[in-house]
């Protein structure tokens, strides 16, 4: 089992910027892509950005096209710990962010392990 736990969510004026983080534990050595995700009131939960890696490799991550440009996904190897920075916050970005691992693939549906959630909230 893995566990995944995020941390650094809360709320933060629109424009403004935030930086969560999910540290991963347990049985990590299968794990090959982290990523988030996001649920909004009264919507799906959505892909936001994923990064994989393989050995010694990190691969270019993937970005949901709403927030291309504003967020950037990054991982600390030794800590087994991703990172979202969010800058140009908008309004429609409040969510609960869930962080997820898996072995291969960016889909929801790929993901094996998933985090209770951090709530974003961005006000106008």
């Known amino acids: 089992q893995v566990q995944l736990v995020e941390s650094g969510g809360g709320l933060v004026q629109a424009g403004g910027s935030l930086n969560i983080s999910c540290a991963a534990s347990?049985?990590?050595?299968?794990?090959?892509?982290m990523g988030w995700f996001r649920q909004a009131p009264g919507k799906e939960r959505e892909f936001v950005a994923a990064?994989?890696?393989?050995?010694?490799?990190?691969?270019?991550?993937n970005y949901a096209d709403s927030v291309k440009g504003r967020f950037a996904i990054s991982r600390d190897n030794a800590k087994i710990t991703v990172y979202l920075q969010m800058n140009s916050l908008k309004p429609e970005d409040t969510a609960v962010y869930y962080c997820?691992?898996?072995?291969?693939?960016?889909?929801?549906?790929?993901?094996?392990?998933w985090g209770k959630g951090t709530l974003v909230t961005v006000s106008s």
């Open positions: 347990g049985r990590t050595y299968g794990v090959y892509v």
């Open positions: 990064i994989s890696w393989s050995g010694g490799i990190t691969y270019s991550p």
């Open positions: 997820a691992a898996g072995r291969a693939g960016t889909m929801s549906s790929d993901m094996d392990y």
